[in-house]
Nanobody, 126 residues
Framework: QVQLVESGGGSVQAGGSLRLSCIFS????????MGWFRQAPGKEREGVAA???????MYADSVKGRFTISQDNAKGTLYLQMNSLKPEDTAMYYC????????????????????WGQGTQVTVSS
């Protein structure tokens, strides 16, 4: 079992920045992928970014150049640095882990992830 707890959400004006954190605990795996997802009201949950144990990353086109995913294994924490935020970034943000997997073509698909956090709300006003 893996436990995930997100924090760092809030309200910000367009053009601003936020850094989300996800503390992970419980079972550790030799290889894994961790991802950030978001879900706006009335929309499907979509993948934003992913990183695996080797440090390989993947980003959705909508956030490339604005968001950066990183991890600090010593602290057991996953991060999402979000810059140049837009109103369309408004959503509940979730972290998730796909155990025994490297980043690959499906790493932004919610279907492959095994464990999820409860989410943290991000609201961007224009």
């Amino acid at each position: 079992q893996v436990q995930l707890v997100e924090s760092g959400g809030g309200s910000v004006q367009a053009g601003g920045s936020l850094r989300l954190s996800c503390i992970f605990s419980g079972a550790r795996y030799n290889y894994y992928t961790m991802g950030w997802f978001r879900q706006a009201p009335g929309k499907e949950r979509e993948g934003v970014a992913a990183v695996d144990a080797r440090g390989i990353t993947m980003y959705a086109d909508s956030v490339k150049g604005r968001f950066t995913i990183s991890q600090d294994n010593a602290k057991g924490t996953l991060y999402l640095q979000m810059n140049s935020l837009k109103p369309e970034d408004t959503a509940m943000y979730y972290c998730a882990t796909d155990v025994w997997a490297w980043v690959g073509p499906r790493s932004l698909s919610r279907d492959v992830y095994d464990y999820w956090g409860q989410g943290t709300q991000v609201t961007v006003s224009s």
